[in-house]
């Protein structure tokens, strides 16, 4: 891969190869620009290429090279759609074509060009609209190039004899640049209140990210000194939130030359302050760039915020003593991206419009149904942000939703407004948001005293909600089609993370990490082994790790939910209300209310509070169902006073049927590996017996990942009378068939050399009980003898070598030479004429007997061969069978670099020497 910075290059034309034009194909619409016309419109300032194999994994590489490249050149908000385009380019080329990718990005003034290459130059244009290509929902031909047309401003397909080249050009959006002008002049009754002394923090950033100065109001907003935050990065201390759809993170909004905006700052005492910050990209001193941020208490906003600038024609003109318009200044504007500065923009001119304590802002769902707070000012909005009521409530206050109503004192009516349930409002207005007819919101003001507002109060406010309903539904749409396009490229990365293991605990771990912090705050898993079985908290995750432990401690105390099947989310309110009550008993044990003494509980108080905090908001509970069985629950919750918005949770209810299925297929791989790693086992004896004054030692390596036992097998069993039986074999295949008649000759030799018949004769008949298997029959190589001490030290062996590589006799001079006669295998012939021979093992002569898979061990055109054993075999003299057979081990591994592709197997037999071993 290779990347690079070039100012001023066009983008590059494919060349013919071959003296032939170059063809195109270009869509109704989306043509290809002419090279004049290229130039006119774009300059490349960088570009980056990367080639990809035709495999699998390749189509994950370059959606992460060009989610990277983007990103890194600051285009976050095009990075979802690129990502998708690419991913659907790629796998046309790598998975359907099955030849190598070309990907090449570059970057212009205006937007970005990607390039997707392939070597199989072959047409396939669906026709836009055409009966054959939509007509079957399953057809996945030119799927491709329909999302290009969906997604990409500009796209074409290029042909050449040897390639095929797809493109799409992605435009940048428009964002404000320069500075906002300032509102309007606002009558003294207009301006917004302060409750306290206002404080602006005042903090400098270098380009590394690092604090460079803080004022006196940042140490008293929030309570580190300057020495304490001097030197450390910003991102240490900011709580940036996280959204779906959205790319800008706090590193990206200090690049950038103005920002403004919302997020939080973890205080000193733990708790994150929700502030409204102002960036300045300046130069320090040294010519060095760096960023001042101006930070305020977020229901101060008012302070820093510039109103967004309405047209000239719009703001100019009027009479000097004309009323000014609070909302004039969103009449004409283009939809924001941030809808909830917008929102939170309406709310505080609707609060100082009609003189109210408090204002807040819902938004309607798509159905109409259910409104959900988005905005509010004066009120404790963290404690209703994304909650939900319904339209129809019955008589009370959204039962006339689609109408303005005024109440005049709520105490008379309790509950007709729930938002303002405990608030100490008593007199409010709402009006409705509508679109052509359609309901899309309400927005209401509060006042704390009764009686404060009529009709005509009402009639204003509703004019007022008239004129900038269609800015706040734009922005919702847009905002909508942001969270579903970054939802897509969500579950994408997750689909691919998902599928990229079968192990139990990485996929835990892989669905926790998937929702925190995107999806919520914390998480815990619980799995359900089988219909019997409680559930069991398998995995917790927090996005601060120290309070992992106290979350998973608390609900190891709580009963799991309940294994419910059905889909969607359900609100689980265990969690919280015994964090509260646990939280309420530790602090009245602390303040001495418990009848104990105060100081002896103490230390405990902060991580107790601290845990009631994380879990003391809503939690949701999602079934994990895969095969129509639960085996499973997804756990989100969200601190205190926090609630879940409604695409959230059906982005998780999508990713917990995805992690099920991976969970379960997991289960299901376990279950096998294990029911597998079980029988293979049952094919080795599970331990040797010690045959009194022979040493015996054995090696054995199974090829291939995961795999204990192979085609080679091995044995040493007692007969009688101090006679052992040993054999090591070799057979033909791998799998089950294999398997099969692995277990059937090490079981048939212990039964048939335990009846007393000789070696011959035992491997007669397991030939026959071989050829009986019919269509599962295989031919086996097989070393088969008898082991018997003898007084005088040495040790006297019977041995039947029926096909098998011949034993290797090591003598104490360092002769070596074959033990045996090479004589037919088994079961290819149905009448064998066996032969034993007898072999004597003088004290320290070795016995080495091995399967093919050594002597076969090749690098290159080489191979060890028998040659190769005995030379390394020489060098054994006077080792112990347990050198013997690890030096010959370490010899056949190290001829080759590659993993061996055979089973192998050693068996070494020594016996001692009279004097050398004492």
Same mark, same amino acid.
Request: net charge negative; aromatic share 4%; with cysteine.
């Given at each position: 891969m290779?990347?690079?910075l070039?100012?001023?290059?066009?983008?590059?034309?494919?060349?013919p190869t071959?003296?032939?034009?170059q063809?195109r $194909?270009?869509p109704?619409?989306?043509?290809?620009?002419?090279a004049?016309d290229?130039?006119?419109?774009s300059v490349?300032?960088?570009?980056?290429?990367?080639?990809?194999?035709?495999v !699998?994994?390749?189509?994950?590489s370059?959606?992460s090279?060009v989610?990277?490249?983007?990103q !890194?050149?600051?285009?976050g908000?095009?990075?979802?759609?690129?990502?998708?385009?690419?991913?659907?380019l790629?796998t046309?080329?790598v998975?359907?074509?099955g030849t190598? &990718?070309?990907?090449?990005?570059l970057?212009?003034?205006?937007?970005v060009r990607i390039?997707?290459s392939?070597?199989?130059p072959?047409?396939?244009?669906?026709?836009?609209g055409s009966?054959?290509?939509?007509?079957s929902?399953?057809?996945?031909?030119?799927?491709?190039?329909q999302l290009?047309?969906?997604?990409?401003g500009?796209w074409g397909v290029?042909?050449t004899?040897?390639?095929k080249?797809?493109w799409?050009?992605l435009d940048l959006?428009?964002?404000?640049?320069?500075?906002?002008t300032?509102?309007?002049?606002?009558?003294?009754?207009?301006l917004p209140?302060?409750?306290?002394r206002?404080?602006v923090?005042?903090?400098?950033?270098d380009?590394?990210?690092?604090?460079?100065?803080?004022?006196?109001?940042?140490e008293?907003?929030?309570?580190?000194?300057?020495?304490?935050?001097t030197?450390k990065?910003?991102?240490?201390?900011a709580?940036?939130?996280?959204?779906?759809?959205?790319g800008?993170g706090?590193?990206?909004?200090l690049?950038?030359?103005?920002?403004?905006?919302?997020y939080?700052?973890?205080? &000193?005492h733990?708790?994150?302050?929700?502030?409204?910050?102002s960036?300045?990209?300046?130069?320090?001193?040294d010519?060095?760039p760096?960023?001042?941020?101006?930070?305020v208490?977020d229901?101060?906003?008012?302070?820093?915020?510039t109103?967004?600038?309405g047209?000239?024609?719009?703001?100019?003109?009027?009479s000097?003593?004309q009323?000014?318009?609070?909302?004039?200044?969103?009449?004409?504007?283009p939809a924001p991206?941030?809808?909830?500065?917008?929102?939170?923009?309406?709310v505080e001119?609707?609060r100082?419009m009609l003189?109210?304590?408090?204002?807040f802002l819902?938004?309607?769902?798509d159905?109409e149904?259910?409104l959900?707070?988005r905005?509010s000012t004066?009120?404790?909005?963290?404690r209703?942000?994304f909650a939900?009521?319904?339209?129809?409530?019955g008589?009370?206050r959204?039962?006339?939703?689609?109408?303005?109503?005024? $109440?005049?004192d709520?105490?008379a009516?309790?509950?007709?407004v729930?938002?303002?349930n405990?608030?100490?409002?008593r007199s409010?207005?709402?009006?409705p948001?509508?679109?052509?007819?359609?309901?899309?919101?309400?927005?209401g003001?509060?006042a704390e005293?009764?009686?404060?507002y009529?009709?005509?109060e009402?009639?204003r406010l509703?004019f007022?909600?008239d004129?900038i309903? *269609?800015?706040v539904?734009s922005?919702r749409l847009?905002?909508?089609e942001?969270?579903?396009r970054?939802?897509l490229?969500?579950?994408?990365?997750?689909s691919? *993370?998902?599928? !990229?293991t079968?192990?139990?605990?990485q996929?835990l771990?892989?669905?926790?990490?998937?929702?925190?912090p995107?999806?919520?705050?914390w998480?815990a898993v619980?799995?359900?082994?089988?219909?019997?079985?409680?559930?069991?908290l398998?995995?917790v995750l $927090?996005e601060?790790?120290e309070l992992?432990?106290g979350i998973k401690?608390? *609900?190891?105390?709580?009963?799991?939910?309940?294994p419910?099947?059905?889909?969607?989310?359900?609100?689980?309110?265990?969690?919280?209300e015994?964090?509260?009550q646990?939280?309420?008993?530790?602090?009245m044990?602390s303040?001495g209310?418990?009848?104990?003494?105060?100081?002896?509980?103490t230390?405990g108080?902060?991580p107790?509070?601290?845990?009631a905090?994380?879990?003391?908001?809503?939690t949701?509970v999602?079934?994990?169902?895969a095969?129509?069985r639960v085996?499973?629950m997804l756990t989100?919750?969200k601190?205190?006073d926090?609630?879940?918005?409604q695409?959230?949770?059906?982005?998780?209810?999508?990713l917990?049927?995805?992690?099920?299925?991976a969970?379960?297929n997991?289960?299901?791989?376990?279950e096998?590996?294990?029911?597998?790693?079980?029988?293979?086992?049952?094919?080795?004896?599970?331990e *040797?017996?010690?045959v009194e004054?022979?040493?015996?030692?054995?090696?054995?390596r199974?090829a291939?990942?995961g795999?204990e036992?192979?085609?080679d097998?091995?044995?040493?069993?007692?007969?009688?009378?101090?006679?052992?039986?040993f054999?090591?074999?070799d057979?033909?295949?791998?799998g089950?068939?294999?398997?099969?008649?692995?277990g059937?000759?090490?079981h048939?030799?212990?039964?048939?050399?335990?009846?007393?018949?000789s070696?011959?004769?035992?491997?007669e008949r397991?030939?026959?009980a071989?050829?009986?298997?019919?269509?599962r029959?295989r031919?086996?190589?097989?070393?088969y003898?008898?082991?018997?001490?003898?007084?005088?030290?040495?040790?006297?062996?019977?041995?039947?070598?029926?096909g098998?590589?011949?034993p290797?006799?090591l003598?104490q001079d360092?002769t070596?030479e074959p033990a045996?006669d090479?004589?037919?295998?088994l079961g290819?012939?149905?009448?064998?004429e066996?032969y034993?021979q007898?072999v004597?093992?003088?004290?320290g002569d070795?016995l080495l007997?091995?399967?093919d898979?050594?002597?076969?061990?090749?690098?290159?055109?080489?191979?060890?061969?028998d040659?190769g054993?005995a030379d390394?075999l020489?060098?054994?003299?006077?080792?112990?069978a347990g050198?013997v &057979?690890?030096?010959?081990?370490?010899?056949?591994e190290?001829f080759?670099?590659?993993?061996?592709?055979d089973?192998?197997?050693?068996?070494?037999?020594?016996?001692?020497?009279l004097?050398q071993?004492?």
């Amino acid at each position: 891969m290779t990347t690079g910075l070039i100012p001023g290059e066009q983008p590059p034309e494919p060349r013919p190869t071959g003296g032939l034009p170059q063809q195109r $194909h270009e869509p109704d619409g989306h043509g290809t620009m002419s090279a004049d016309d290229r130039s006119r419109s774009s300059v490349i300032t960088a570009r980056a290429a990367a080639s990809f194999e035709p495999v !699998g994994r390749s189509v994950a590489s370059a959606r992460s090279f060009v989610r990277d490249t983007l990103q !890194g050149w600051g285009f976050g908000d095009i990075v979802d759609d690129a990502v998708v385009l690419t991913s659907e380019l790629v796998t046309n080329a790598v998975v359907h074509a099955g030849t190598s &990718a070309d990907l090449l990005c570059l970057r212009g003034d205006d937007g970005v060009r990607i390039e997707v290459s392939d070597r199989y130059p072959e047409r396939e244009i669906p026709v836009q609209g055409s009966a054959v290509n939509m007509g079957s929902p399953d057809r996945e031909g030119g799927r491709g190039l329909q999302l290009c047309a969906a997604l990409a401003g500009r796209w074409g397909v290029e042909y050449t004899p040897t390639h095929k080249t797809v493109w799409f050009r992605l435009d940048l959006p428009e964002r404000p640049v320069g500075t906002r002008t300032a509102g309007p002049s606002l009558p003294p009754d207009l301006l917004p209140l302060a409750d306290t002394r206002v404080r602006v923090a005042v903090v400098q950033i270098d380009r590394a990210g690092s604090v460079t100065a803080w004022n006196e109001d940042a140490e008293e907003l929030f309570g580190y000194t300057a020495e304490q935050v001097t030197g450390k990065p910003l991102t240490d201390f900011a709580a940036w939130p996280h959204t779906p759809g959205t790319g800008t993170g706090i590193a990206e909004a200090l690049q950038l030359s103005r920002w403004e905006g919302s997020y939080g700052i973890r205080g &000193a005492h733990g708790r994150v302050i929700p502030v409204y910050a102002s960036h300045l990209r300046v130069r320090d001193t040294d010519g060095e760039p760096s960023t001042v941020c101006l930070l305020v208490r977020d229901h101060e906003r008012a302070v820093l915020q510039t109103p967004l600038r309405g047209p000239a024609s719009e703001t100019s003109g009027g009479s000097e003593g004309q009323s000014t318009d609070p909302f004039e200044v969103f009449i004409g504007s283009p939809a924001p991206d941030d809808l909830d500065g917008l929102l939170q923009r309406t709310v505080e001119r609707a609060r100082d419009m009609l003189d109210g304590d408090s204002a807040f802002l819902l938004l309607a769902t798509d159905d109409e149904t259910e409104l959900e707070v988005r905005a509010s000012t004066g009120l404790p909005s963290a404690r209703q942000r994304f909650a939900r009521v319904p339209v129809e409530a019955g008589p009370g206050r959204y039962g006339s939703a689609r109408m303005p109503a005024v $109440h005049e004192d709520l105490t008379a009516m309790p509950g007709a407004v729930p938002l303002l349930n405990g608030t100490g409002m008593r007199s409010v207005v709402t009006v409705p948001l509508k679109v052509e007819g359609r309901l899309t919101g309400s927005l209401g003001v509060a006042a704390e005293g009764a009686g404060r507002y009529s009709n005509e109060e009402a009639l204003r406010l509703q004019f007022a909600a008239d004129r900038i309903a *269609l800015a706040v539904e734009s922005a919702r749409l847009g905002e909508l089609e942001r969270l579903r396009r970054g939802s897509l490229s969500f579950l994408v990365e997750a689909s691919d *993370l998902l599928a !990229g293991t079968l192990d139990r605990d990485q996929t835990l771990a892989l669905m926790a990490q998937m929702t925190v912090p995107t999806l919520a705050t914390w998480c815990a898993v619980y799995t359900i082994a089988d219909q019997a079985s409680e559930p069991d908290l398998s995995y917790v995750l $927090h996005e601060d790790e120290e309070l992992i432990d106290g979350i998973k401690s608390l *609900l190891s105390k709580i009963p799991p939910p309940d294994p419910v099947p059905t889909p969607g989310a359900r609100v689980w309110s265990a969690p919280a209300e015994i964090a509260h009550q646990a939280a309420l008993r530790t602090s009245m044990r602390s303040l001495g209310l418990s009848g104990g003494p105060a100081h002896q509980v103490t230390p405990g108080i902060g991580p107790t509070l601290a845990t009631a905090a994380a879990v003391g908001g809503e939690t949701v509970v999602l079934p994990l169902v895969a095969r129509n069985r639960v085996i499973g629950m997804l756990t989100l919750g969200k601190p205190t006073d926090e609630h879940f918005r409604q695409e959230i949770l059906e982005l998780a209810e999508d990713l917990s049927r995805r992690a099920a299925l991976a969970l379960d297929n997991a289960r299901l791989y376990s279950e096998r590996t294990a029911i597998s790693q079980s029988l293979q086992r049952s094919l080795l004896p599970p331990e *040797l017996p010690t045959v009194e004054g022979v040493e015996v030692e054995v090696i054995y390596r199974a090829a291939g990942e995961g795999n204990e036992v192979g085609g080679d097998f091995y044995d040493l069993f007692p007969i009688s009378d101090g006679a052992y039986g040993f054999a090591i074999g070799d057979v033909c295949g791998t799998g089950p068939n294999a398997a099969a008649v692995t277990g059937l000759a090490r079981h048939a030799l212990r039964l048939l050399a335990r009846e007393g018949l000789s070696g011959p004769a035992v491997l007669e008949r397991l030939n026959s009980a071989i050829l009986d298997e019919g269509a599962r029959s295989r031919f086996l190589t097989l070393l088969y003898g008898e082991l018997r001490p003898q007084e005088d030290g040495s040790a006297e062996l019977k041995v039947v070598c029926a096909g098998h590589p011949l034993p290797l006799r090591l003598r104490q001079d360092g002769t070596v030479e074959p033990a045996a006669d090479p004589q037919p295998l088994l079961g290819v012939l149905e009448d064998l004429e066996l032969y034993e021979q007898t072999v004597t093992l003088d004290p320290g002569d070795v016995l080495l007997c091995v399967t093919d898979g050594v002597t076969e061990r090749r690098e290159g055109p080489r191979m060890l061969g028998d040659d190769g054993l005995a030379d390394v075999l020489t060098t054994c003299t006077g080792l112990t069978a347990g050198a013997v &057979a690890a030096r010959i081990m370490r010899a056949v591994e190290r001829f080759a670099s590659d993993a061996p592709s055979d089973d192998m197997a050693i068996l070494a037999m020594r016996v001692p020497g009279l004097h050398q071993d004492q």
